[in-house]
């Protein structure tokens, strides 16, 4: 997935937990789904902000 897919999927989880009708380890599941999707799209994120570097110096 790219950095868009990943920060699509977090958006989809939070959309989940505004569900009142959750038991707590779904809301857990998906909050832990959605934290992996944010740490994959900022791993992204470094290594785009690291090839830029890269090509300014």
């Not at 699509?8 to 599941?29: F, G, P, W």
């Amino acid at each position: 997935m790219d950095f868009e897919d990943f920060l699509q999927q977090a958006e989809v989880s939070l959309e989940k937990l505004n569900d009142k009708d959750l038991k707590l380890q779904t809301c857990i599941e998906i909050y832990k789904e959605g934290l992996k999707n944010i740490q994959s799209a900022r791993e992204l994120l470094d290594k785009a902000k690291l090839e830029i570097e890269q090509i300014d110096e």
